[in-house]
């Protein structure tokens, strides 16, 4: 008996370091890493969560903006940040794609704690008004009848926005052309202008072309049907079974976070999100609320990078 006791009186004093330091954070304001710049929607899904969660946390929320190689400099601020919990950051799908086009200084699965998937977007497959096709069968027609005619934009090589299109030619086995432009806003004024016949637009942004008339939308990217355009099918439906991609936003941290910590801002940032008040503001926006553990959220960022990884291995994508 005594033996026993003394054992377990060890085995408390070596795991109070851990419960001391996991109660004691956050003991300094936190750091939380924006991978784009200020006015983009990954940076608007930062400063909507920043207020409520600097009092969750009991300390200041602090947004630094490392835009720049779209996400991967902030990416690996993050990721080489000091790992007790007090930074972490917001990034998006291109986390993954960046990686897979080019060597970074981290590996995003080895050197990233997964903390949470905190929302999707679907992409809308929109054309311009003048293309005669009202459905994605009669733009497939349209897109065999006359290879290498139609003309797709994206905010970037190795976007969500050029992945879906690369997925759909892939699909369909249909050949157009990629147009990379500095950002999806440009891109979309060229589409709404006629420049461009056709896009997998991301839903925040492209929403307003659509309700405006200035782009007529076939069908969205995810695989479900998206609530703010209850009537538009998915392209699954629309004779692609099994095409799903979203563009998605997450919060992660550099790998060797302590869990408790992870598990504290999971539950914080997840509370925020799930209130019906910040669900009603993100579908405004385009966006659905995601959520999870962070072991789903680790899972899923795998899954994510064979799907990704295929496609621009199929497609022959790549920054040259």
Known sequence: MMRRAT?????????????????????????LIVAWPPGGTTDILARQLQPQLSVALGQPVVIENRGGASGAIGAAEIVHAAKDGHAFGMVTSTLLSMALLQRQS??????????????RVANILAVHPSLPVHSVAELIALARAQPGKLAFGSPGIGSAV???????????????????????????????????????????????FVRDGRVRPLAVTSATRAPYLPDLPTLAESGLPGFAID???????????????????????????????????????????????????????RDETDKIGRVVRDAGISLD
């Open 247 to 301: 563009e998605w936003y997450a919060c992660i941290g550099p790998a060797g976070m302590p869990p408790a910590v992870v598990q504290r801002l999971n539950a914080s940032i997840m509370d925020i999100i799930a209130a019906p008040e910040e669900r009603a503001r993100l579908l405004e926006m385009g966006a659905e609320v995601a959520g999870g553990s962070p072991q789903d959220f680790g899972r899923f960022m």
């Open 162 to 208: 050029h992945i879906s299109g690369e997925m759909f030619k892939l699909a369909t086995g249909t050949s157009m052309i990629h147009v990379p432009y500095r950002g999806g806003g440009p891109a979309l004024t060229d589409l709404a202008g006629g420049s461009l016949q056709l896009m997998f637009g991301n839903a925040s942004s492209t929403l307003p």
């Open 7 to 31: 054992l377990l009186s060890v085995a408390a004093l070596l795991a109070a370091p851990r419960i001391v330091r996991a109660q004691s954070w956050p003991a300094r304001p936190i750091r």
């Open 106 to 119: 981290y590996d995003p699965i080895a050197d990233v704690t997964p903390i949470l998937l905190h929302s």
